[in-house]
């Protein structure tokens, strides 16, 4: 078994990057979901409620993050935090430290989106917790929605795509690392693996929701819901919810790259 993708996604909701090798960091994946849309009250903003957001590319150029849709002129991001002001912000139950990306940025969006919102950054000194119930003491995540990275493989879906009308990609779960392998769904079970020379723990199965739904090139949600309807016919737990992947924490740092083997150590 190897891993066949490594994604990330700087703004959060916005489209992938795709990588050949990364840096395995703490909270996850370098300039992955580092930037985020947050409501005049604080309050995080994602493609759920905003759905053109998906189809937003982004790209790093030199010093700088290129934003770019349609044929809307690009907005330049600085990599290097500046002295903004930094504000609270609302991720789900977490309140944290974010940096104000800057009025360019917030017009930007907000004409966008025909809402007003403003775009914050987490730097490096912003620190965002885990959830203890999953996590260790010490853990970090980034915006992303609960934990470091997500983890899917291609088995899982191809799995999903026999049960579909019309197929979908892997695009539409938002992974950031995919394997190869035989077994649908074996990655639920797995508690402890290597990748390469890093080593994570799996913690929770990632449950999904309507963000799946919305098609990456268009920004559409599906009219019936699709995967998510399938996804809850067969995957759902007594708890709730429709479950597809594995979200993980890393234990140990260093460089991952397509092609690594992946060795399930638990």
Known sequence: MKVTEINIYPIKSTRR?????????????????RWMLVDDEGKFMTARQHPTLAVVETRFVGNVLRVSVDERQSLELSLQPSDSETVKVTLWRDRCDALLAGEEADAWFSEYLGISCR???????????????????????????????????????KDLNSRLD?????????????????????EDNWQRLRIGE??????????????????????????DK???????????RPEGGAYFGQNLIPRSGGIIRIGDAVEILR
Do not use: W
């Open 119 to 157: 775009l914050v950054q987490m730097t490096d000194d912003l620190v965002r917790g885990v959830d203890p119930v999953y996590g260790q003491r010490g853990d970090e995540v980034s915006f992303a929605d609960g934990f470091p990275l997500l983890l899917l493989s291609e088995a899982s879906l």
């Open 226 to 236: 699709e995967p998510l309807r399938t996804l809850a016919g067969y995957r759902r």
């Open 17 to 33: 990057i795709a990588l050949m090798e990364s840096e395995v960091l703490p909270r996850g994946l370098p300039r992955d979901r």
């Open 198 to 223: 890093v080593e994570f723990a799996g913690v929770k199965n990632c449950s999904r929701c309507v963000f799946t739904t919305i098609d990456p090139d268009t920004g559409i949600k599906h009219p």
């Open 166 to 186: 019309e197929a979908v990609s892997m695009r539409r779960f938002r992974p950031n690392l995919v394997v190869d392998g035989e077994h649908p769904y074996a």
